[in-house]
């Protein structure tokens, strides 16, 4: 079965101090997996894209990676503003169109 | 800007007054669709549309209709709201399926 785990389920980091979340997913061939961040009661707001083991993409201060079991979403040196809930989400190959969601990490950042 | 937007942002209703929700872009995407997402939990994916083709989750309880009028805008109409389907509604799109998807505010509905 198709399957998605984020971890930790929440996860408080000083500020400045570097961490990374994690997703797992077991899927019967991967055609992309996506993160998303979204804010208190708001939509999720995409952030990357990854459709091979070994690729990396960038922005600020978030860093995504992809292996063929799991992906992390590295944030270095957060910030207060960085804090929200992360999701992962993973579609497979035979699906055009659904995705199979994590139920995602809560991320604060303290000041 | 291009974007997703959703109305109202906030709908109160009584158990069982029928209700709709709307979305709209300005992405000129292929493909929109309606999740529900209860506090603390992934998105629920109700249905979409491939351009006029309408698929609907196996899941989906006839409760919830969709119309999708032309390229630019989408229904997400609930029959008889019971109180469980008290909710936020995302509003999605994306180019073509498979594509990542780009959500709307979502519209937060209280059932009383």
């Keep these: 079965e198709d399957q998605v785990t984020q971890s930790p389920e929440a996860l408080r980091l000083q500020e400045g101090e570097s961490s990374s979340l994690n997703c797992s997913y077991t899927v019967s061939g991967l055609r992309g997996l996506f993160w998303y961040r979204q804010d208190p009661g708001k939509g999720p707001e995409f952030l990357f894209t990854l459709y091979s083991a070994g690729e990396e993409k960038e922005k600020e201060r978030l860093k995504a990676t992809l292996t063929k079991k799991e992906s992390f979403l590295h944030i270095t040196a957060p910030k207060p503003e960085d804090s929200a809930t992360y999701l992962c989400a993973v579609q497979a190959r035979e699906s055009n169109y659904q995705l199979i969601w994590g139920a995602g990490t809560k991320l604060i950042i303290k000041p | ?112």
Aim: overall charge neutral; hydrophobic content about 30%.
């Design chain 2, 1 to 112: 800007d291009a974007m997703v937007i959703q109305n109202p942002r906030y709908q109160v209703t009584q158990f069982g007054k029928p209700v709709t929700l709307s979305c709209s872009q300005t992405l000129n995407h292929n493909v929109m669709y309606w999740y529900q997402q209860k506090s603390s939990q992934a998105p629920k994916l109700l249905f979409h549309y491939y351009d006029k083709d309408f698929n609907n989750e196996a899941d989906t309880p006839d409760n919830f209709q969709s119309r999708r009028p032309n390229t630019s805008f989408c229904f997400l109409d609930i029959r008889s709201p019971g109180l469980g389907d008290a909710a936020m509604y995302l509003c999605a799109t994306s180019r073509d399926p498979g594509d990542e998807q780009f959500f709307g505010p979502g519209t937060r509905l209280t059932v009383l």
